[in-house]
């Protein structure tokens, strides 16, 4: 079954997401433009998508609340006529050393990262089956399978989605619905621009393409995992790091 163009991202505002919500406009999805706290931000890209001909409605919930994914894709399925695909892209770190984590930064990067994406597909791919045909991705990380120091939350979290990626590919394979995961290592945006210049030198050192990525290349490779052409791809993580991680 040909998966219906309207897709839900979520952290659409900013950064990966926002490049994301672009892309799959100009390759002529609808798309529901998800928030946090920038709902300018997002009405920006939504008046970006509109100017390219498609759709777009602004949606906006705090994932770091456990109540807030509930509603979110109901939203979008019928804001939009149906949702073919779901893009789990909103995240945050909260970077700190072990001994030092605070409970609430494990629990909100835990929460964020993980338990909204678990929430958010739990509620899409119902659908999904139903139509036979839907496409989830869900944006996991390098450090995920890395495991940097100063990450155990956001290592754990992005490790789960990965786990977590390939436990429901393989419920749903069959019913015409794939998962994916994509692991980006250092993208240019607001997260990395955080980061103490040392730390981001730091990176830069052990990137084999000697740079780092761009929001718009991690769009590229989603849209594609959400095309037709993806069909057979599904339960697989895809790193796109410039050669960071072996394989
Ligand atoms: P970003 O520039 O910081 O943008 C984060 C996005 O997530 C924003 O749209 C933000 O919405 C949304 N968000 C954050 N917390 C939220 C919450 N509690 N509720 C709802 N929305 C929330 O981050 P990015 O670099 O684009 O990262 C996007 C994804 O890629 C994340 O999952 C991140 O872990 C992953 N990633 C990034 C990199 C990188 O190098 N940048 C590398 C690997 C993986 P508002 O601004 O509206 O609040």
Not at 112 to 122: I, Y
Not at 161 to 183: D, M, P, Q, W
Request: proline residues 4%.
């Amino acid at each position: 079954m040909t998966v219906p163009k309207t897709a839900l991202v979520t952290g659409a505002s900013r950064g990966i997401g926002r490049a994301i919500a672009l892309e799959l406009a100009k390759r002529g999805f609808d798309v529901a433009v998800h928030y946090g706290k920038n709902r300018e931000k997002a009405e920006e890209v939504a008046a970006k998508i509109e100017a390219l001909g498609r759709r777009a409605l602004v949606l906006g919930a705090d994932l770091a609340d456990p109540e807030a994914p509930a509603g979110l894709v109901a939203q979008a399925e019928e804001g939009l006529g149906g949702l073919g695909v779901l893009v789990n892209n909103a995240g945050i770190t909260r970077d700190n050393l072990l001994i030092r984590m605070k409970d609430e930064e494990w629990e909100e990067v835990l929460r964020t990262n993980l338990t909204a994406a678990f929430k958010l597909t739990r509620e899409a791919v119902k659908r999904m089956i139903r139509r036979r045909a839907g496409r989830v991705i869900n944006v996991a990380s390098v450090s995920g399978i890395l495991g940097p120091p100063g990450q155990a939350n956001y290592a754990a979290a992005k490790a789960g989605l990965i786990g977590f990626t390939r436990s429901v590919a393989k419920e749903y394979a069959r019913r015409g619905v794939t998962v994916n995961a994509v692991a980006p290592g250092f993208i240019e945006t607001d997260m990395t621009a955080a980061l103490p210049e040392a730390v981001q030198k730091e990176y830069l050192a052990q990137i084999p393409a000697g740079r780092f990525g761009k929001p718009e290349e991690v769009a590229k490779l989603v849209a594609f995992l959400a095309s037709d052409d993806a069909a057979y791809i599904t339960g697989q993580t895809v790193c796109i790091d410039g050669g960071l991680t072996p394989h």
